[in-house]
């Protein structure tokens, strides 16, 4: 699989071909929105394995059922009768999956959803969803400039994340 | 002749007597021209030296390029490093010498006590004896030597110490002394009792030219070990793998490392006979040779080279693996798991994966990063530690693409939590 690093490059990558493109240049601009969001959802998924990989009790079952995209189920047979516990997959939305990882890590004094970087980020999403949700009615206006600024985004993101879980910057 | 103590020289007849010994066992320029001879006192360690020159076809017979640090104990090697008569130095130096180039500051110890034959143990300057030894017959000239008289062992050690400091003495031969100075040799007799060496084998004085271990690695394998049983001692059994453990690395040069000396001081000659210790070192052994062999009979699955052949020996993998060794020493169920070879595969020739723990990279890592067991930063060895403990969890299983992944990412959300939670 790519690493986050990688899929930041490809994005880049099809940003210089639409800038070299005379033509048609949403061909090469609808890519690298994508490879912008997959990039932060690569580094998230990949940082909620980190968690997922420690002993299972440093979790809450419902902070597991997070972390592994799990649907937690209350047992009402077998020996586990009684009892919570994951099952099969629920698919979580990474919005949700960044909310957590700082609110679990980050230690932050202040709120961060009105500032101008989520608002970026919430940008970058509802396009991300015009192009893999399209409808008849919806208007795609992608410029390279607009495609250059989901790409900062999408780097802001995962330098916001890596500071606050982590504790340090990271490296492009 | 005149035999002088210079005025900050504290006078001493024994020493006046070994020297006026020394003058009339060998001739020099001084004996010749009847110059008077002054002995000196070095400020820092008391001994006693003086300065003359000797003539090369002289110097030649009685010098003794095996010096030793223990001169009374038949089993202390030379101390000095390999002569590297193909370096383009050399090679220079011996076409001076040829030519009747005169060097000076040859530092030897006069010493009858072992090759009695060759009294000049030398010290500093092998290289230009040797030089000054091939060519005599061509050109021989007088050359400068200080001559130190009656030097105890560490006194021997520190004029070994400064005499190569310019010469780009490698740090393991500068171990190699310090640990025969304060240990004597039981750390070599370790070795050797496992199989870390020959019989009669020393550690090598130049490890990154060699395929041996070296003073530093088996110091480190030896702290990392009482390290990880400390450890243990106060961990409970359902608690072992929420730890992030850190294994250690023993320093190396001039100075004794710390934490080395304070085990030794507590053990000392019992890592000969501590059972534990010498199973988990065999153990070991057993995978550096297996690991070696796999990869020298499989150079269509994996590059041949010393580092993949050698990856049980890379600090990184040493110290995570002896760590968890002395951890799991109340736990024998998880120790046996560990001392057990990762399995290979059609896929994984060699038990460490040597290939793809160099290819291995976390999100966390920055981009110049060279992969698992590479380096000797704590980072590397806290990860080599989690995989080698995550291996003692299952009786069989190769370290394959998805295990290290694991075992990585677990280091990481540990280390993670911990500061959130800080």
């Known amino acids: ?172 | 002749m005149r035999i002088l103590f210079e005025k900050s020289a504290k006078k001493s007849a024994d020493i006046e007597k070994l020297v006026s010994g020394f003058f009339e066992n060998v001739p020099t320029l001084e004996s010749e021209l009847n110059i008077p001879v002054i002995i000196f006192q070095d400020g820092v360690n008391n001994s006693y030296y003086i300065k003359c020159q000797i003539l090369g076809s002289v110097a030649s017979k009685i010098i003794d390029l095996n010096a030793k640090i223990n001169s009374k104990d038949p089993e202390s090697f030379r101390a000095n490093r390999e002569l590297m008569l193909k370096h383009t130095t050399y090679l220079k130096m011996k076409l001076d010498a040829s030519k009747g180039r005169e060097f000076n500051d040859i530092i030897v110890e006069y010493n009858h006590g072992y090759n009695t034959d060759r009294p000049l143990k030398i010290w500093g300057g092998q290289h230009r004896v040797y030089a000054i030894s091939e060519t005599v017959n061509l050109a021989d000239h007088y050359h400068g030597f200080k001559v130190y008289f009656d030097l105890d062992q560490n006194q021997r050690t520190e004029v070994a110490l400064i005499s190569n400091t310019n010469m780009g003495v490698s740090d393991d031969t500068f171990d190699r002394m310090l640990e025969e100075t304060t240990f004597g040799n039981t750390l070599r007799k370790w070795c050797q009792k496992i199989g870390f060496l020959d019989t009669k084998e020393d550690f090598p004085d130049v490890g990154s030219r060699s395929e041996k271990i070296t003073v530093k690695i088996a110091r480190s394998f030896i702290v990392n070990y009482y390290f990880g049983l400390n450890k243990g001692k106060v961990i409970k059994g359902e608690d072992l793998d929420k730890n992030i453990y850190e294994p250690y690395v023993t320093e190396t040069g001039v100075s004794i490392d710390v934490k080395y000396a304070e085990i030794m001081n507590e053990v000392g000659n019992k890592i000969l006979s501590d059972k534990g210790l010498i199973e988990a070192s065999e153990k070991f052994l057993e995978l550096h040779k297996t690991q070696y062999e796999k990869v020298k009979e499989n150079p269509k699955k994996i590059p041949n080279r010393k580092a993949y052949r050698n990856k049980a020996l890379i600090i990184s993998v040493l110290c995570g693996w002896s760590y968890v060794a002395g951890l799991l020493q109340n736990h024998r169920a998880r120790l046996l798991n560990h001392y057990k070879i990762p399995k290979t595969t059609s896929k994984i020739p060699d038990p460490l994966n040597a290939e793809e723990m160099s290819n291995f990279k976390h999100d966390s890592d920055p981009p110049t990063y060279r992969g698992l067991g590479t380096r000797q930063s704590p980072k590397d060895m806290q990860r080599l530690a989690q995989v080698f403990l995550a291996k003692s969890l299952t009786d069989s299983c190769a370290l394959d693409k998805r295990f290290l992944q694991k075992a990585v990412s677990t280091v990481v959300g540990l280390t993670a939590l911990k500061k959130g939670y800080a």
């Not at chain 1, 009768?81 to 979580?92: A, I």
Request: charged share 30%; no cysteine.
């Open chain 1, 1 to 172: 699989m790519l690493t986050y690093r990688e899929y930041l490059f490809y994005s880049d990558k099809y940003i210089q071909l639409a800038e070299a493109e005379s033509g048609d240049k949403l061909k090469f601009l609808i890519p690298s929105v994508l490879l912008s969001w997959i990039a932060i959802e690569s580094f998230i998924n990949n940082i909620m394995d980190d968690f997922g990989s420690v002993p299972e009790d440093l979790f809450e079952l419902h902070e597991r059922s997070l972390l592994l995209e799990k649907k937690v189920i209350f047992v009402d047979h077998g020996s586990d009768t009684g009892k919570f516990k994951l099952d099969q997959t629920e698919y979580r939305r990474l919005e949700e999956k960044i909310l957590f990882l700082i609110a679990k890590f980050g230690n932050l004094n202040e709120p961060y959803k009105g500032e101008t970087l989520w608002q970026k980020f919430r940008d970058l999403r509802d396009t991300r969803n015009n192009i893999l949700h399209p409808r008849r009615n919806m208007e795609l206006e992608l410029t390279i400039e607009k495609a250059y600024k989901y790409l900062e985004t999408s780097k802001n993101i995962i330098q916001f994340v890596s500071t606050n879980v982590w504790h340090k910057k990271i490296s492009f």
